[in-house]
C-alpha cells in the first residue's frame, strides 16, 4: 500500500531451486529442505502467494533462533489400529506430513478410514496441500493444526483460541482436481489487519476488540487485543474444534501454551496436528460416490455464479503458472537470495 | 408474536408418554416409537424446544403421507474394516443410530478411529443428542446430514446446498458433561425468517436473497428464495463438506434431489448420514489428553465471560427440568393428545 512493489517474474523450478537453496544454505537437512521447497512452490504456482516464498525468512529465523532442529529426523512412534502416530522433533511439519500420509492413506484403503497425528511439530504451510495428495488417491481427507493465538470466541472479551485453520479435500475421479476448502476459524488473516495498520485505515465493523475487551476498528489496538472469529459463535465452535482436536486429543500443546513458549521469531509456532483419511469405496460403489459428488460440483460450477467453489482459482492459478510463470516480490527474492 | 401462548408444565416422565403414546396410536414400532420418544424428551429437557413436542405433529403426518415405513427395522448392511453401514429401509433415523452408534463405539475402542453411515434415513432430530452418548463413552464424535434444501452459497443468486447440521462432541471424563455443538450451516434458522413473516417485520441485513437471486430483507421473499451460510464463504465450505460427508460419499441423496422428491408433509426429509468416532486412548495416554482438554475449557468457561461455551446452557436447563419439569405449550399438548 507504501511505495510501488517491483517484480520479477521466475519459472516453479527457479522458484523451486531459489527456496532449497536458501534452505539447505541455513542449514536445513535435505529431506527437511526438499519436503518445505515442495509445498512453498506448489503455494507459489497456485497464487497462495501468503504460504509461498514470503514464508522462507520467517522459517530460516526460526531455526536461527535455536527453536526448530534443522536436522530433525520424523520417526513413526506407533501403528495402532488405524491411528499412526508421527514424531517430528521438533523440526517443520512437512517431512513428518510426507512420512506419515504415505501410511495414512495405505491405512484408510484397509480400513476404510484412518487418523494420522503429528507431535512436537511446526507447521507454516497451507493446509490445503498437506490434503490435496490424499484426495489424488481417491479419498476423502481433513485436517487440522492449531494456528497463532490471536482470536477471541463470539461475545468474548479476549484472546482464547487460535487461527485454527481447517481443510478438506474430496476427490473428484481421475481427471479433474479435487475439491479442496482450507479456512482459518478467524473473521480474517491477522496478516490483513496489520495492511490496515500500516495504511493507517480503520477496519470494517465487527473484525476485532482491543486489549480491554471493546469493539473497535483501530487496527493497531485489534492486534494487541483479539480479531474475532468468522460466523459468530458457529466459527468460534469450529475453532474451538480445531484446537480440541489438534492439541488435546493428540497429547499436544494448546495454542495460548504454544504462543507464551515462543521466541517470537516470526516462523511457526510449535504443535500438534491431525489428518483423517476416508476411503469412498467403503461405502457402497466408491467409484459411483465420487462420480455423483463430482457431477453435484460441476452443476454448482456451472449454475451458482458469480458463487466460487473453493479451490477453483488455485487451479486456473496452477495451469497459469506452469505455462507463464509465477511474479515475485523483487525484495523477497533478493532477501533469499542473501541467506 | 401474535397471541400470548399458554403453557402446561409437564415431568419429563410425562414428555416421554405423550410423545410415545403418540408415536404408537401412529402406528409406529414399539422400537421407532421408544427411540424417538427418547430424544424427543432429552430435546425438552434440555430446552432445545425447536427439537422437541414441536416435531411430534410432523413426524406423524410424514407417516400418514406415507413417504416413512413406522415399522421399518433397521440393518446392519456390512462391518468392513473399521466401517459400518446401517439401511434405516425407510424409517426414522433414530433407532437406526441407535442400532449403529453401539457398534461404532466398540469399532473405534477397538481401530482408534470409526465410522457410521445411515442410509435411507428420515432424519428429525438435533445432532447433538446422537453424539452426546459416544462423548460420554469417552471418545471424540462427529457428525452430520443434510438438511432442508434452502442455503445459496456466498456470493450465490439461488439455493445450493441445505441447512446441513455439524455436530462435534469432545469428552470431559467421567464427572462432567461433554463439551458438544451443532451448528447449521445457513445464518439463522429458516423457522426464525417465518416468524418474522408472520410478525411482518423486515430482516436483519444479510441474511437472504429473492427468487431472483437478489439481496432482501423481505421475509416472505428470502422463504422463496435463498438463505445465505453462516460466515460467508467459510461456513459455505462447511456446509458443501457436510452435503459431500452425508450425501455421495455414503452413497446417498444430495439435498436438492431429497427436497424435490418429498410429499411436503411438515415432517423430515429422506438423506444419508454419517458419524464419526476417535479414541483419545490411541494417542499416547487418553485420561490425560481428556483431562488437557477438560481443563482449557473450564477455563475458557471461567475466565472468557460474557462469551459462552457451546452446550452450557443445554446442561443447565437438563438439570433444571429434572427437578421442577418443563413448559409446554398448550395447544402443542393438545394437538399430540388428539393424535
Redesign the interface.
Known amino acids: 500500500m507504501a511505495n510501488e512493489t517491483e517484480y520479477i517474474t521466475l519459472t516453479l523450478a527457479e522458484v523451486h531451486d531459489l527456496a532449497l537453496q536458501a534452505f539447505l544454505r541455513a542449514g536445513l537437512s535435505p529431506e527437511q529442505a526438499r519436503a518445505m521447497t515442495d509445498v512453498i512452490a506448489k503455494a507459489e504456482g497456485d497464487e497462495s502467494r501468503s504460504h509461498g516464498l514470503y514464508r522462507v525468512m520467517g522459517c530460516v529465523n526460526a531455526v536461527r533462533s535455536g527453536k526448530i532442529d534443522p536436522k530433525a529426523v520424523p520417526t513413526v512412534v506407533s501403528e495402532?489400529?488405524?491411528?499412526i502416530?508421527v514424531d517430528a522433533h521438533l523440526g517443520f511439519a512437512n517431512h513428518a506430513v510426507e512420512l506419515g500420509r504415505e501410511r495414512l492413506i495405505a491405512k484408510a484403503k484397509?480400513?476404510?478410514?484412518?487418523?494420522l497425528?503429528i507431535n512436537h511439530c511446526y507447521h507454516f504451510s497451507a493446509l490445503w496441500g498437506d490434503i490435496e495428495p490424499v484426495a489424488e488417491q481417491g479419498l476423502?481427507a481433513?485436517s487440522c493444526t492449531i494456528g497463532g493465538h490471536f482470536v477471541?470466541?463470539?461475545?468474548?472479551?479476549?484472546r482464547?483460541i487460535g487461527t485454527n485453520p481447517f481443510a478438506?479435500a474430496?476427490p473428484r475421479g481421475p481427471s479433474r482436481h479435487p475439491?479442496v476448502?482450507d479456512?482459518s476459524s478467524s473473521?480474517v488473516a491477522r496478516g490483513e489487519i496489520e495492511l490496515y495498520r500500516r495504511a493507517g485505515k480503520p477496519l470494517p465493523e465487527g473484525w476485532g476488540i482491543d486489549k480491554a475487551g471493546k469493539p473497535t476498528r483501530d487496527a493497531a489496538a485489534v492486534l494487541e487485543g483479539a480479531i474475532l472469529p468468522?460466523?459468530?459463535?458457529?466459527?468460534?465452535?469450529?475453532g474451538?474444534?480445531v484446537?480440541?482436536?489438534a492439541?488435546?486429543?493428540?497429547?499436544d500443546m494448546?495454542g495460548k501454551d504454544s504462543f507464551a513458549a515462543d521466541t517470537g521469531d516470526g516462523g511457526p509456532m510449535r504443535g500438534g496436528y491431525i489428518m483423517?483419511a476416508?476411503d469412498?469405496a467403503?461405502?457402497?460403489?466408491g467409484a459411483?460416490?465420487?462420480a455423483?459428488?463430482d457431477r453435484?460440483l460441476a452443476s454448482?460450477e456451472d449454475?451458482?455464479?458469480?458463487?466460487?467453489?473453493?479451490s477453483g482459482r488455485r487451479y486456473r492459478s496452477r495451469k497459469r503458472s506452469e505455462q507463464a510463470g509465477v511474479r515475485v516480490d523483487r525484495s523477497i527474492y533478493d532477501e533469499i537470495k542473501a541467506i
Open positions: 495402532n489400529g488405524a491411528v502416530r484397509q480400513c476404510g478410514v484412518a487418523v497425528a476423502v481433513m477471541a470466541l463470539a461475545g468474548g472479551v479476549k482464547a478438506f474430496f475439491f476448502f479456512i473473521i468468522f460466523g459468530g459463535h458457529k466459527g468460534a465452535a469450529i474451538l474444534m484446537e480440541l482436536l492439541g488435546p486429543l493428540v497429547g494448546l483423517i476416508i469412498p467403503f461405502f457402497g460403489n459411483e460416490n465420487v455423483a459428488g453435484w454448482l449454475d451458482h455464479a458469480p458463487a466460487r467453489l473453493p
